[in-house]
């Protein structure tokens, strides 16, 4: 636990903070803290050890091993802007022994590198080429083509990756030195993941090939199946048309058939009727022939009457006459 002992104020308005881990330069301006401690001669200092010369502003900060003086204008910072190098590549692949990583040599002097999509798993080291407090170097990184941002490390000088999709990226990476001074252009490689051979551009090429066989073969069945169904369609109307002619003929024939025996009915009573007719003339024929003496018969009968009644009457007056005399 970091534990505060005192402080004094530079000329410029900077406060130095004397702690049991080293000192501390804070910018009330700017709000940032820079930090020494052991490595840059920095110790644990003691509560109220502490002083500024009046005179020269030299500072002096004590602890239990004596003490430390300077003036704050001699204090700088590493101006040295580091190169940053991208210093090792291990590949995990998944066909190899499980566990045992595939080094990449001479990855610092490739501009770029070619993976396999088997190698899910690869991680990279990368260095800032500052050597002083180097464990105090800085490092951010992104990866185009995955990510734009910049993603910080602080202290970590490796990154891995894990199942990236096949394709073309970018690997960039910036350090700083032990005093926060950037190099912004860093270090960068191109990487290009490979895809198995199904996700190659000869493998949708085929596909695309493939596809248009099967829009073609498609359209053909398609086809067939239309034409198919056409001619099955004509056919039914074809057979519709047939049995609605044949019921039509059928029905004119049934309509030819009964006007047929309405026609012989007529006939066969036209010949009733003649023979009714011929037998007529006959019958009047016979009657004429058989008038006269019929007419004879008749009148000879009534004639036959009279006399009859004139006989009765002449005989009933001879009697009366008869009776008469007597």
Known sequence: MIAFMGYLEDDYGNLWLSTNNGLSKFNPQTNEFKNYDVHDGCKDYNARAYYKSAVSGEMFFGG???????????????????PVVITALARYNTDEVAGKPIAETGISEKPEIVLSYKDNIFAFEFAALNYRNTFKNQYAYKLEGFNDNWIQLGTK???????????????????SNNDGVWNEEGASLKITITPPWWRTRWAYAIYALLVMAGVFATDRIQRRRLIKKERERAEAERKDLELKKA????????????????????????????????LGQLTAGIAHEIKNPLNFVNNFAVLSVDLMKELREEIEKRRAKSEGRD
């Open 64 to 82: 239990g091993n004596g003490f430390n003086a300077f003036h704050p204008d001699s204090v700088k910072d590493n101006p040295h802007i580091p």
């Open 247 to 278: 019921a039509e003929l059928k029905t004119a024939y049934e309509r030819l058939t009964e006007a047929h025996q309405n026609l012989k009915a007529t006939q066969q009573q036209l010949v009733t009727q003649q023979k009714l007719a011929s």
């Open 157 to 175: 000088r490796d990154v891995t990756f894990t199942n990236l999709d096949p394709g073309d990226y970018t690997l960039r990476v910036k350090g």
